[in-house]
């Protein structure tokens, strides 16, 4: 299968979208000719003209909210917000308007709308364009929230994101944009709330998102040549959880590490522990590791950054340290 | 503007029945058969009434946490309006919403909205996707003096007038913002000024006039119908009520008993029946006669609301997604 990239995959799902559904229309901060700020939306303003991709000011209450209007009123917009950390501006939007409309209706209007943002540090923007709060996300009922960690994944979970009846946070990863993997040229599908085991292994669950999706991978790899076999567990999406396949894997191999980019407290990673904790806690053999980043702002200058992110290395050591335990 | 005989009692009858189903609501509340927070519109009628009547049936509107008179303009069922005040199952909103939430996609209702200035960019969005879907529907949004200091405010005028979107800003001016009055919370008296930092039409109107709101609106509306864009229009009225029936008689701590009484005596509705019956369009019997006529309707949704049941208890936990067939 030829490979493509992150980037690329995503691409391909909006304009597989826009091509079969003309009530799928793009708006976002500099998604039109200059490509967006990932270049996500590159060549679309080009193909599909600047109605249906739509270069907004930078006003994310008002179109964020305007996507809102739209889509309950039978328009299916895919809404880029530049960084994850701009979400906050308009978290009336999200949180009140967009996740809630639904139930506080009494299931009256629909609101089928993707917002698309993207986390990680790595790059040398500091505190306000770094974050990784898509717990934030997890945390709010009425909120489908999809997190993609291959090309594969990206692509058919934002088919599935676009196509599906309910709002929904698409969560890219920056360091994942110039990734590659196979995906296929047709439009295809991924279900919501269906975790992927990415590895198979009897001795120590990591269950992963984003980009430490690929380091838990690696340090698998690694794991495999001192004889320890680790399970790699990517949920794909947090909201539907597959706490099933987590459950399951915990109950086989008995230790469980969490490898997720936001802060510690509160995070994905302490949902994913608490779950492990109430549901299989007479399984374990070992504690539960959350690998998670530190509870403190991003920080700017590059040793300090690369302090606080952490991989592979980090990962195979928890593995060591759990299977320490008999 | 002449306006039908027809048209004109069908303005009174949506305006009186504001008032009388708001000052039921007021009655129950203080009685504790309406639980949770009640906004009442009373002395605002002449808005609602006025611009919902220079709509079609599928044109859109925002809504307010004052919502009751604008959804009940628009044509909604005060049987189910009455239901869903008294938290049950059959109302609008299954009981779900209440007082602040009270929608329906049929009637263009996108929805009352608890949060000040929330509706605005909702409201954008509808006209947008009218644009977008070649239809031309017309979107209103109902907002406050207070909402008009919210970034939603001018996010929503920025993007309705840059895409010429079909949107008309209607803000009711009642010159409070709960307990801060307009001079202590904007340098400006004129909200409609505003309009021209966005390039659109901006207009004061007597709000309590609603021969005078009908105007305005019908000229706005057919603007945005018209694919010339959006308009601004300040509707100076005021609440008779306090902010909400919590609040201490009337709303006494921040006003005065005077000038309360100073815009009673401007009242909307016997504004338009004195008028009604001075040009013999109507007279004193037949207005007695709707007045009645909407007790009973009223009296209908208590009835029902009283007998309907409650949610039962799972169905907390329904309607937080639209469908889950692709949940696990």
Redesign the interface.
Known sequence: MREITYTLALNEALRTCMLEDE?V?LLGEDIGCYGGIFQVTKGLQAEFGP??VVD??I?E???????????????R?VTEIMFIDFTTVCM??II??MAK????????????MVLRTNIGAGRGTAAQHSQSFHSLFMHT??L?VAVPSTPYDAKGLLI?AIK???PVVFVEHKRLYNTKGPVPEEPYRI????AEVKRFGKDVTVVATHALVLAALEAAEEAAKEGVEVEVIDPRTLT???S?TLIDSVKKTGRLIVADEDNKTCGVGAEFAAIIAEEAIDYLKAPILRNCSPDTPVPFSPPLEKAYMFGKDRLLESVRRLMAYA | MKLSREQLISIYRTMLTIRLFESRVADLYARGTIPGLAHLYIGEEAVAAGCCAALRPDDYITSTHRGHGHVIAKGAELKLMMAELYGRRTGYCKGKGGSMHIADMTLGILGANGIAGGGLPIAVGAAWSAKWRRTDQVAVCFFGDGSSNNGTFHESLNLASLHRLPVVFVCENNFYGISVCQQKHQAISDISVRAAGYDMPGEVVDGNDVLRVYEAAVKAVGRARKGQGPTLLECKTYRWRGHHEGDPNQGERYRTKEEIATWMAKCPIQRLSRELIHQKIATRKTLEAIEQEIHEAIDAAVAYAAQSDFPALGEMYEDVYASEVNSK
């Not at chain 1, 209450?61 to 328009?75: P, Q």
């Not at chain 1, 279900?191 to 269906?194: A, E, I, S, T």
């Open positions: 009530r229309v109605d249906r907004t000011p006003s209450a008002g179109f964020v909210g305007a996507s809102v209007g739209a889509a309950l009123t039978g328009m917009p009336d939007m009140n308007q409309m639904h139930y506080m209706f009494g299931g009256r209007g629909k609101v089928p009922p009425g489908y599935e599906n009846d309910n279900p919501f709330g269906r539907p959880l597959d099933r």
